[in-house]
């Protein structure tokens, strides 16, 4: 069913201690208010406005398409969705959706739902509910002997509801569907003589009911997709929730995750069949993982691998990695805006920044691109089949040909030929006989010096 979706956001969450707004506290990967955003899309919204503080906070989160309303004064939930009817224009005439901007595990499934049960009622409104054994400080759902929805009391203030109402466990769960001419037609009518002065969106219903027209309630049996966040208690509760669907999301799709207990993975991450997540590994932000990978206690971060990909232990994939089909990246290896070619290999003890390897190198232990010069950053180059010995740091812009050498410890600052060994470092020379005269000079209180070394220079 085609319906607009208003997305209340305009709460700043004073709750998280936080100078940053609450919806945009990171949940796997993603802004808060952006979860039932997706959620409203999947479910056929074709209109989505998000009503923000006058600050535009959200501006430049929000995905193209969404359409941002502000709410001048912070006048509660009424506020919000008359700012947000206003940006939807007096031309809607389909159902509308509307949900908090901090319910993130809602699902598309909850709302498409929630809008065929609306369709089929023929209500003016039909509000999400569920029950809860600890109902805090959500709205109690009143109805009558019958079942029929009476009203919503807030529970904000002791003002708001009487001792009896406070002991309902169903409650408002702030989402609903309304038909956008009723509740067009109520909002102006919304009143502020509450403990908290604000305009309740819950009040509508009243309005709509001494109207004579329906309210229905769709009740959510998983009353965890209706989970608020309110403080970082809340949001660490909703991201295990959030980071174990995830995870079975994976399992079920052929991934092995050997501990999820011990594994973060983000929502937009994408991993193969067959491959393997070792325990304390992180994937984070857009990466894409082929099939039959192996990655083992590492951290990846907008990279990209191919299939047959090893990475770690203790490995660190910076934005822009590339891994191609069947390379390695080893034990304390970082790797950053660097595309590493097919079966190509950079063991252990490595940077490799701003690189383009070939297929079949060999980046040796302790090989460094030297890839920023203070000033601006530079590419290095090697070659399909070069092989870098131990400790090789390759000062860019610098080529490495292909089949091409590097011995180990060498500075390398021009391009080395392919088919060539490049070695820059000081030819190596024995003092004889220097230990004795190191310990002469040790009981003499005099430094130990090779027959031609000079005193360093201080300063």
Not at 73 to 97: E, I, K, N, S, W
Not at 207 to 215: E, I, R, S
Not at 334 to 359: F, M, Q, T, W
């Amino acid at each position: 069913m085609s319906a607009a979706a208003l997305i209340l956001a305009a709460g700043q969450g004073t709750r998280m201690r936080s100078a940053t707004p609450k919806v945009l506290h990171e949940l796997c990967g993603r802004p808060l208010v952006l979860w039932p955003v997706c959620a409203a899309q999947e479910a056929g919204a074709d209109r989505v406005v998000v009503v923000d503080a006058p600050a535009r906070a959200l501006a430049g989160v929000l995905p193209e398409g969404v359409e941002l309303a502000v709410q001048e004064l912070a006048d509660g939930t009424g506020g919000a969705t008359a700012a947000g009817m206003a940006a939807l224009g007096d031309r809607l005439d389909g159902p509308v959706l509307v949900i908090a901007g901090d319910v993130p595990l809602l699902s598309a499934r909850t709302l498409a739902e929630l809008l065929d049960a609306h369709a089929r009622s023929g209500a003016a409104a039909t509000m999400a509910t569920t029950v809860l054994e600890d109902p805090g400080g959500y709205g109690r759902v009143v109805r009558d002997a019958s079942g029929r929805v009476l009203k919503v009391v807030e529970t904000k203030s002791d003002g708001d509801a009487t001792p009896a109402e406070r002991e309902i466990k169903e409650v408002n769960t702030g989402i609903f569907a309304f038909d956008a001419a009723a509740l067009r037609d109520a909002l102006p009518r919304l009143r502020t003589d509450n403990a908290q002065g604000e305009r309740y969106l819950p009040q509508v219903l009243d309005l709509l009911l001494a109207d004579g027209l329906t309210v229905a309630a769709q009740a959510i049996d998983d009353h965890s997709q209706v989970l608020g966040v309110n403080d970082r208690v809340d949001l660490a509760r909703v991201r295990a929730l959030a980071q174990a669907a995830i995870h079975e999301r994976h399992m079920l799709a052929g991934v092995t995750i050997v501990d999820p207990a011990a594994t973060v993975i983000d929502v937009h991450v994408q991993i193969g069949q067959d491959t393997v997540i070792e325990p304390f590994t992180s994937i984070r932000g857009r990466t894409r993982i082929g099939r039959e990978c192996a990655v083992r206690c590492s951290y990846l971060l907008d990279c990209t691998l191919e299939d047959g990909v090893s990475v770690g232990p203790f490995a660190y994939l910076r934005p822009g990695t590339v891994l191609r089909s069947g390379a390695k990246v080893g034990t304390f290896v970082e790797v950053k805006n660097s595309d590493i070619g097919a079966r190509a290999k950079v063991p252990h003890l490595s940077y490799i920044g701003d690189a383009d390897v070939g297929e079949g190198s060999n980046l040796g232990a302790a090989t460094i691109t030297a890839n920023y010069d203070g000033r601006a950053k530079h590419r290095t180059r090697v070659g399909s089949g070069a092989f870098t010995g131990v400790d090789t740091t390759l000062v860019a812009p610098v080529s490495v040909g292909d089949g091409a050498y590097t011995g180990a410890g060498s500075v390398i600052t021009e391009d080395v030929p392919a088919g060539a060994l490049g070695i820059a470092r000081e030819r190596q020379r024995n003092v004889e006989g220097y230990a004795e005269r190191a310990r002469e000079a040790q009981h003499a209180g005099e430094p130990a010096r090779a027959p031609d070394a000079r005193p360093e220079r201080q300063g």
